[in-house]
């Protein structure tokens, strides 16, 4: 696992961390990509992920900022969290 510095987007006066948890496929171009902004839901995934895929040719990553890491391109950008994990352990 990486994680690497946080971004935050303003809304509603205040500050919101986003966080964005993919996974690569090491055999493949591209990975899947969730955005959110729950720190408990990134830990919650993380771990899951980690799990789930021990021993298989893919890597969980952290990112605060998609423009840090071009070798994870291009992102398939998922909407919640079931599909995530479909295409994470699927694909």
Do not use: C, H, W
């Not at 303003?10 to 902004?37: A, C, H």
């Amino acid at each position: 696992m990486k994680f690497i510095d946080r971004d935050k987007s303003i809304y509603f006066g205040g500050v919101r961390e986003m966080y964005y948890i993919l996974v690569k496929n090491s055999n493949s171009v591209g990975s899947v990509v969730y955005e959110l902004n729950d720190s408990k839901e990134v830990d919650m995934l993380d771990d899951f992920l980690n799990y789930k895929l021990e021993g298989k040719d893919k890597q969980v990553v952290l990112l605060s900022n998609l423009d840090m890491l071009k070798e994870y391109e291009p992102f398939n950008i998922v909407n919640t969290a079931g599909e995530f994990i479909d295409k994470a352990i699927l694909n």
